[in-house]
């Protein structure tokens, strides 16, 4: 088994990838995790693992600017089991919990691409990379006209004046 990638977090809270030799964002490290890449966060300074701590920052930042999964009621019980629960046992309850909603969702997802002959969310996805492309052109097309060419003067489409007759030279 091959160790852990490396990621450095550093005084001035900036984290650091050592194998890819730069430094990297919370983004990054979802990235990561998305990618199921196996990873550790040490603190520069003490030496100590911090990975968890830089995972529930990763959360905390797809709570507030992402789609949120986690309700206010949800956190206020996790909170309050931490004085009322043995920790193994609720952080083996979550973690089964959560493989099992996992597999549940693929299998779901494999009956619905039988059924159906088609991913539905990756139909999804492909639709809207398709559709976002189209509109991406679209507005290049739109804005040729204002952009100024490399003689400095704008392409207007056509050679007509304000008065609609045609400009000569």
């Not at 040490?42 to 600017?65: A, C, F, N, P, Y």
């Not at 956190?75 to 597999?103: H, N, T």
Request: no cysteine.
């Amino acid at each position: 088994m091959s160790k852990p990638r490396v990621i450095k977090k550093y005084p001035n809270r900036r984290l650091y990838d050592t194998e890819e030799s730069r430094y990297i964002t919370l983004a990054d490290v979802k990235e990561l995790v998305m990618n199921k890449v196996d990873f550790e966060v040490i603190d520069k300074k003490s030496g100590e693992d911090i990975t968890r701590t830089i995972l529930l920052q990763v959360i905390s930042e797809q709570e507030q600017h992402g789609d949120a999964i986690m309700t206010e009621d949800f956190l206020a019980q996790i909170i309050r089991a931490y004085g009322s629960v043995v920790p193994d046992f609720m952080a083996r309850y979550l973690e089964q919990s959560m493989s099992f909603f996992m597999k549940q969702q693929k299998f779901l997802q494999g009956q619905v691409k039988s059924v159906v002959g088609t991913d539905p969310l990756g139909a999804m996805a492909e639709m809207t990379q398709k559709n976002f492309a189209r509109l991406q052109s679209l507005q290049e097309e739109m804005l040729k006209g204002f952009v100024p060419d490399a003689d400095g003067s704008a392409d207007k489409g056509d050679d007509d004046d304000a008065g609609g007759r045609k400009r000569t030279g």
